[in-house]
């Protein structure tokens, strides 16, 4: 990330039991917030209280009217709330989705996508890790579909180390209605995201023949073998 945009405030969606977040707020010594489900968060707030015992603590208890306003954002330090939990009017210099979004329907995925362009702060950064493509809902979660507005640059893609099924996207907010890189647009990104997808899934049904024969080979051969 670059060093001169401090991450002052960080939020992470779909924080699990707080390892990564652990992580970010040893590096960045910052404000972190993690959105995610009653379970997780139980996890969480006792994963991050035992690391750090001297911070304030938010959780969901905790909000007015069920919401996290400025002014409680500003006097504590570590928040721990669920996904219908409003935010109000607060920016972040780091928005953060490590494999979480491909679990999601395309409606949650949009509304998360509308809360990250809300809350991002200027030049803030949007870090999504997540496969190219996942069907745990039912039909196909593809990344490249992933609902991106148009004032992000790229700052680092690729497959993610020793896992060539997710990817890494690393981008950073630009508001400027003048701004155009063409070389770094995300939505050319996308549609190379999109590409290596189609590779991906030619690949898996090119595998899932070769198990499917395998196994029509196995029962003939102990067909035959009966027949002896």
Not at 76 to 90: L, T
Not at 127 to 133: A, H, M, S, V
Request: proline content about 2%.
């Amino acid at each position: 990330i670059n060093e001169k945009k401090k991450i002052l405030n960080v939020c992470e969606i779909g924080g699990g039991y707080g390892s990564f977040g652990q992580k970010i707020i040893r590096r960045f010594k910052c404000k972190y917030l993690s959105i995610d489900l009653p379970e997780a968060n139980l996890l969480s707030s006792f994963y991050l209280k035992e690391h750090f015992k001297e911070s304030n603590f938010i959780g969901n208890n905790e909000l007015k009217n069920n919401s996290l306003d400025l002014k409680t954002f500003e006097k504590n330090d570590i928040f721990i709330i669920n996904p219908w939990n409003k935010v109000e009017n607060i920016k972040f210099d780091l928005i953060i989705n490590t494999r979480s979004m491909m679990e999601m329907d395309k409606n949650i995925i949009r509304e998360y996508f509308d809360f990250i362009h809300n809350h991002i702060d200027e030049d803030g950064f949007f870090l999504n890790i997540n496969r190219y493509r996942k069907k745990s809902v039912g039909y196909p979660i593809h990344f490249f579909e992933y609902p991106y507005d148009d004032n992000w640059l790229v700052v680092k893609s690729k497959k993610s180390w020793r896992q060539n099924w997710v990817h890494f996207l690393l981008v950073q907010r630009k508001n400027n209605k003048n701004y155009h890189d063409k070389k770094n647009n995300i939505k050319k990104e996308l549609l190379k995201i999109k590409y290596i997808t189609i590779l991906f899934i030619v690949d898996e049904m090119i595998r899932e023949f070769y198990r499917f024969l395998k196994n029509k080979i196995k029962q003939m051969i102990k067909i035959i073998l009966r027949l002896k």
